[in-house]
């Protein structure tokens, strides 16, 4: 199992990211995978996820609006188009393979990450 | 949101330490609590799932006991490659919400 961002880097508040989660090793129509981020120096914050089928998306309010993920099955890779940025969204930004045990949910593989910085 | 607080902030240990890390939920979540583990420069590993279900490859060192709102990691007899930062993660409601992370360092 292999999840690899890229397309992070620098640019000023008010542009725009898209960030790309290539992965390999597993099914990935049958999984959803979500995206979190962290802050320098700082904890987890989870920012999105979609299922395995394209639907469901959710967002954390403070990137509602902003924030869209999207997936393409055929070529097993999830996207997080970053609009409208700010300081506040500098983090290491993760996507993340779900899977659940009953109802509990859980993080099982990681991608290393990529980083995003906001300024100008 | 759900709120989940960790505790301690750190902690300073030995190896051959036990070493418990809590997490409380501002409300109730049944056992959908995960906890990770997480080495500087590096993305957070799976630990636990389901509060007390050990993830595959993991040691039997590490532990997890709790439900409802209140949680527990348990690493009996530390070794030098468990000093690291600890989170716990929600997964009963969105938005997922984690701890704010337990650093276990050397005493």
């Known amino acids: 199992v292999q999840l690899v961002e890229s397309g992070g880097g620098v640019v000023q508040p008010g542009g725009s990211l898209r960030l790309s989660c290539a992965t390999s090793?597993?099914?990935?129509?049958?999984?959803?995978i979500h995206w979190v981020r962290q802050g320098p120096g700082k904890g987890l914050v989870w920012v999105s996820r979609?299922?395995?089928?394209?639907?469901?998306?959710i967002y954390a309010d403070s990137v509602k609006g902003r924030f869209t993920i999207s997936r393409d099955n055929a070529k097993n890779t999830v996207y997080l188009q970053m609009n409208s940025l700010r300081a506040e969204d500098t983090a290491v930004y993760y996507c993340?393979?779900?899977?659940?045990?009953?109802?509990?949910?859980?993080?099982?593989?990681w991608g290393q990450g990529t980083l995003v910085t906001v300024s100008s | 949101d759900i709120q989940m607080t960790q505790s301690p902030s750190s902690v300073s240990a030995s190896v051959g330490d036990r070493v418990t890390i809590t997490c409380r939920a501002s409300?109730?979540?049944?056992?959908?609590l995960a906890w990770y583990q997480q080495k500087p420069g590096k993305a957070p590993k799976l630990l636990m799932y389901?509060?007390?279900t050990l993830q595959s490859g993991v040691p039997s060192r590490f532990s997890g006991s709790g439900s409802g709102t209140e949680f527990t990691l348990t690493i009996t007899s530390l070794q030098p490659e468990d000093f690291a930062s600890y989170f716990c993660?929600?997964?009963?409601?969105?938005?997922?919400?984690f701890g704010q992370g337990t650093k276990v360092e050397f005493k």
């Open positions: 409300q109730g979540i049944t056992n959908c």
């Open positions: 993660q929600q997964t009963n409601s969105f938005p997922w919400t």
């Open positions: 090793g597993f099914t990935f129509s049958t999984y959803g």
């Open positions: 979609m299922k395995s089928d394209g639907s469901g998306t």
């Open positions: 389901a509060a007390s």
């Open positions: 993340t393979r779900v899977r659940y045990s009953g109802s509990s949910g859980y993080f099982d593989n």
